[in-house]
């Protein structure tokens, strides 16, 4: 299993752009799937984004088609979320999380589907 820990939130007005960053460690990186989530307080968490173990295949919830995008370093164990147009509805805190997929399922993603994940990294967008 994975270790993961989330970086790159903070304080961003409407309309601005922000990149997070989730950094693991541990064996056969590129064997695992990445989800990121997002959760604010008092409601469900919602499922964003996926990005397969060959950094390729890639999934989006509607809420952020277009103006989010994930993709993965994998010889620096990072995988990435790009946010723009930023909305004060995505204030959250937003975690990566992994599922393990072996060396048959690297074309896959379910934005659904992970095991465990990070300590999360706060994100306000706001005036």
């Known amino acids: 299993q994975l270790q993961l820990v989330e970086s790159g939130g903070g304080l961003v007005q409407p309309g601005g752009s922000l990149t997070l960053s989730c950094t693991a460690s541990?064996?056969?990186?590129?064997?695992?799937?990445i989800v990121w989530f997002r959760q604010a307080p008092g409601k469900e968490r919602e499922g964003i984004s996926c990005?397969?173990?060959?950094?390729?295949?890639?999934a989006y919830a509607d809420s952020v088609k277009g103006r989010f995008t994930t993709s993965r370093e994998n010889t620096k164990n990072t995988v990435y979320l790009r946010m723009s147009n930023l909305k004060p509805e995505d204030t959250a805190t937003y975690y990566c999380a992994q599922r393990y997929t072996g060396y048959s399922g690297r074309h896959d993603c379910t934005i659904q589907e992970y095991d465990s994940w990070g300590q999360g990294t706060q994100v306000t967008v706001s005036v």
């Open positions: 541990g064996f056969t990186f590129a064997y695992y799937a």
């Open positions: 990005v397969g173990g060959e950094g390729v295949t890639t």
